[in-house]
């Protein structure tokens, strides 16, 4: 039988990709929290899943020695800075004493155990950022999520702690992503202003949720999900994309997909745009280590190609 992956945070963006992505090599459990019963049926349909408050310290060992997962990837977490910033004890229950519950519990049982972490760790003067690089947020959600990975590189020397970039991809949970907001503002001829200044190395769903299985499985016995091609992975490593870019050039590359016109992305600049929580302008990862071990994004362009739906294409003049 697979051996089982457990995904907290299920119902969640990067959570819906890791799912979809797992089940062909896992049996995959998932945990949620605050997420409707009649959407947790639909999100989560065919998987084991359970809802817990991760920051109940035992509810979280009785939940794993139920599900006794052969990995974990903890996905959970409060991931908007500006909520972060409103409701910072919130902030440092869920992603930093939650984080380290887990942390803490699967180092007991030696269990391989992958963190998703931010780039958002970083300031933003002085990309592009690699593992090595000290930290400094900006804003409460980076110091938390510093915060964690330190707790965790503390607490478990052989988890993993992946910074992920920017996101991007489709609404699977009813929380519509930007890039779907963007699609559908642009599909409906609507311009769309967009950062010009902030820069990211983001990477879609289904290409973060590659490179966190790739962690999960290394060095794994179980040949169906790594023929122990590389070694476990250990410590911080950045999963960003191979482009630094603007949400502003993300919208011309997909204008230019959907054959749109150009004038409908219009830039404007983060610094004039008040926002609760700091921005940062570049926080993007240098990610060679990944890409040594096997992480191999596609361009930005390619990406949204995969995951603008056909209707969208088909709206391509000329077609
Ligand atoms: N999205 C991005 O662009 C981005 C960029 C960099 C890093 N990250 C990191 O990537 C990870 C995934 O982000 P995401 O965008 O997928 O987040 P998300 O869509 O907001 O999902 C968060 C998940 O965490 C669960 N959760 C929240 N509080 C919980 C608690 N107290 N106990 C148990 N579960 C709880 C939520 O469950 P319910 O919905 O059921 O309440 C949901 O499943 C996070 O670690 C985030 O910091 C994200």
């Not at 593992?131 to 052989?158: C, F, I, T």
């Not at 630094?244 to 830039?267: F, T």
């Amino acid at each position: 039988m697979a051996p089982t992956l457990l995904i907290t945070g299920a119902t969640g963006f990067l959570g819906q990709y890791l799912i979809a992505a797992a089940r062909k090599k896992w049996r995959v459990a998932g945990t949620f929290h605050r997420t409707r019963r009649e959407d947790v049926e639909r999100l989560l349909a065919g998987i084991d899943s359970g809802r817990i408050d991760l920051t109940d310290f035992r509810d979280v060992r009785d939940m794993l020695d139920a599900v006794r997962p052969k990995a974990v990837i903890h996905t959970a977490a409060l991931a908007d800075p500006n909520y972060c910033e409103q409701h910072p004890d919130e902030s440092l229950r869920v992603n930093l004493q939650a984080t380290l519950n887990l942390a803490g519990l699967c180092g007991d049982r030696r269990i391989p155990f992958v963190f998703t972490s931010t780039d958002l760790v970083f300031d933003g003067t002085r990309a592009p950022y690699a593992e090595d690089g000290p930290v400094s947020p900006l804003n409460l959600y980076g110091e938390h999520k510093a915060l964690a990975e330190q707790a965790v590189l503390d607490r478990y020397d052989e988890a993993a702690i992946c910074r992920m970039p920017l996101m991007f991809g489709l609404a699977t949970n009813g929380r519509v992503p930007f890039f779907q907001r963007m699609a559908g503002e642009f599909q409906a001829g609507r311009p769309m202003t967009l950062f010009a200044d902030e820069l990211r190395t983001p990477v879609s769903g289904p290409v973060a949720a590659a490179g966190l299985l790739l962690v999960a499985g290394s060095g794994m016995e179980d040949e169906t999900v790594n023929p122990k091609e590389i070694e476990r992975v250990r410590g911080l490593l950045h999963l960003g994309g191979r482009e630094s870019i603007s949400r502003y050039e993300m919208g011309l590359q997909m204008l230019d997909i959907l054959g749109l016109p150009a004038s409908l992305a219009e830039p404007i600049s983060f610094r004039d745009v008040p926002a609760v929580a700091a921005r940062a302008a570049d926080v993007s990862l240098d990610s060679s280590r990944a890409y040594e071990l096997g992480f191999d994004p596609p361009t930005v362009r390619q990406q949204m190609e995969q995951l603008l739906p056909g209707n969208l294409l088909a709206q391509k003049p000329n077609d």
